[in-house]
């Protein structure tokens, strides 16, 4: 089972992120709640946000806290 976030305009499901299946899907839809204001994303395109991302140099370095639990 997999769920997405859409936008039902009336017509047509809008995904909110990508579709993580590639095949036909049975499919449930739940009307949650009304869209308010202007929240409508634009479709989800892969790779859309890699220049957006930063990593610090020390993401994997081990946490002082953890030390104990690491010997």
Known sequence: MHAIKAIYDGVNFK?????PVNEDYVVVITFIE???GNTVRPPF?????AEGLWMSD???DPLDDFLEYME
Do not use: A
């Not at 395109?45 to 946000?49: F, K, Q, R």
């Open 34 to 36: 009304p869209v308010k």
């Open 58 to 60: 020390d993401f994997d």
């Open 45 to 49: 395109e892969y790779g859309s946000i």
């Open 15 to 19: 995904p909110m992120q990508p579709v």
